[in-house]
């Protein structure tokens, strides 16, 4: 009898009646289970996004947001960086990855401690170039703005683009990113580990998702057309960066 008393004290975790431990690890794998996961950017809608944001004077907010893309950066960890963590083509602590490859260093990721992560996206590298030769001190943050900020400009440019119904957030750029480089043949390993990911499992998951979430994608010729003036805008006009940064 006691046996079975305890058996139903423990399955009754689900209610707070039950052991507070157990209920709070079932509430915890239910939301994860249940979780819808983010709608990932395309190159192309997150190429026009960070236009639109640089054209509307906020180019912290347009910086994270192409950083996070090419260096599968949750937002909490670009808003963490410092100046002195990043490391633009040329400098002496990335020159044995060639020219062209920037490189930043996370101080503190869920992965551990010191994670390096590489940045060879292009266009990534010219922003994050022009707009670094504003900050003068090494010890100041990369990045002032917050992160309610950071995701308000994003419900702003969605509405622009009327996208709403998508349901970008924050962590689109991330998953984005990690789902470009997945269909061009990189390896969900090497993903992972630039991705700091703690499982293969969770990171398969999102790919998977992820495009699927692609081929839903409803939007109107109209918004496709508004979409692509504002991509191209950002890939082909570099000095477009210079005036806006």
């Known amino acids: 009898m006691t046996n079975l008393l305890c058996a139903l004290y423990i399955v009754d975790a689900r209610t707070k009646t039950g052991l507070p431990l157990s209920h709070r690890s079932i509430k915890g794998w239910e939301k994860s289970h249940n979780a819808q ?7 192309e809608i ?16 347009a910086v994270c947001l192409a950083l996070s893309w090419a260096g599968y950066l949750r937002v909490s960890e670009a808003l963490a960086l410092r100046v002195e963590n990043v490391a633009l083509p040329e400098d002496p602590r990335v020159a044995s990855y060639g020219n062209e ?5 996370i101080l503190d990721a869920k992965t551990g ?3 390096f ?15 670094m030769k504003k900050l003068s001190n090494i010890q100041d943050t990369l990045f002032t703005i917050k992160y309610s900020t950071y ?15 998508l349901k970008f957030t924050t962590h689109s750029a991330r ?12 390896k969900a390993e090497d993903i992972a580990l630039k ?8 990171l398969r998951h999102y790919l998977t998702t992820g495009r699927a979430w692609l081929m839903k994608m409803n939007i109107t010729d109209q918004q496709t057309a508004k979409i692509k003036q504002y991509s191209l805008n950002m890939v082909q006009t570099t000095e477009r960066y210079r005036s806006c940064v």
Not at 37 to 43: H, K, V
Not at 117 to 124: A, E, G
Not at 195 to 202: A, P, Q, Y
Request: some cysteine; glycine content about 8%; charged content about 15%.
């Open 46 to 61: 997150l190429h026009a996004f960070v236009m639109k944001v640089l054209l509307d004077g906020t180019a912290e907010a």
């Open 117 to 131: 992560v590489s940045i060879k996206d292009r266009n990534c590298i010219t922003l994050l170039t022009y707009y």
């Open 101 to 105: 490859v920037a490189g930043i260093a």
């Open 37 to 43: 996961p983010s709608t990932p950017f395309t190159q």
């Open 151 to 165: 995701a308000a400009q994003l419900k702003k440019v969605m509405s622009f683009f009327n996208v709403t119904h």
């Open 113 to 115: 401690p010191l994670q």
């Open 195 to 202: 991705g700091r990911w703690n499982s293969l499992t969770s």
């Open 175 to 186: 998953i984005g990113g990690a789902l470009h480089d997945f269909m061009r043949g990189t």
